[in-house]
Nanobody, 131 residues
Framework: QLKLVESGGGVVQPGGSLRLSCAVS????????IGWFRQAPGSEREALSC????????NYADSVKGRFVISTDNAKNTVYLQMNSLKPEDTGVYYC????????????????????????WGQGIQVTVSS
C-alpha cells in the first residue's frame, strides 16, 4: 500500500515558479507509476503529468507541456513537479497519485494516465497564482 504526501504549495505571482514534492512510502519507487493532478474550483480533476519509475518515461498534458517538469529522486523516494511560468489558470488543488506499474492499463509512455488508474492519493495541496 502506497502513502503519498504532497508539499511545496503556496501563493505565487504570475510568471513565477513553484516546486511540488510528493513523498512516497510503502513501496519501492522503482516499481511504481506516479501522476500529478490539478482540480480548479468548479472543475473536474485534470491529469497534468506522470512518470513511470521503472524506465523514466514521462508524459504531460498540453496545458502544462513546456512549463512543468516531473522528476524522481529515488534516494529520497520523492517525485517532484517543477512548475514554471505559472499562470492564474494554474490555480487549484494539486494531488499526486500512485500505484504499482503492474496495475496500470493506460501506461505513462502513451498517455497522461487518468485518475481512474490510480488507487492511492495524497491529501492535496493548494497552489494559488495571483498578483
Amino acid at each position: 500500500q502506497l502513502k503519498l504526501v504532497e508539499s511545496g504549495g503556496g501563493v505565487v505571482q504570475p510568471g513565477g515558479s513553484l516546486r511540488l514534492s510528493c513523498a512516497v512510502s510503502g513501496v519501492s519507487l522503482g516499481s511504481s507509476q506516479i501522476g500529478w493532478f490539478r482540480q480548479a474550483p468548479g472543475s473536474e480533476r485534470e491529469a497534468l503529468s506522470c512518470v513511470s519509475n521503472s524506465d523514466g518515461m514521462t508524459n504531460y498534458a498540453d496545458s502544462v507541456k513546456g512549463r512543468f517538469v516531473i522528476s524522481t529522486d529515488n534516494a529520497k523516494n520523492t517525485v517532484y513537479l517543477q512548475m514554471n511560468s505559472l499562470k492564474p489558470e494554474d490555480t487549484g488543488v494539486y494531488y499526486c497519485a500512485g500505484d504499482l506499474e503492474s496495475t496500470i492499463h493506460y501506461y505513462c509512455s502513451g498517455y497522461v494516465t487518468p485518475d481512474t488508474e490510480y488507487v492511492f492519493w495524497g491529501q492535496g495541496i493548494q497552489v494559488t497564482v495571483s498578483s
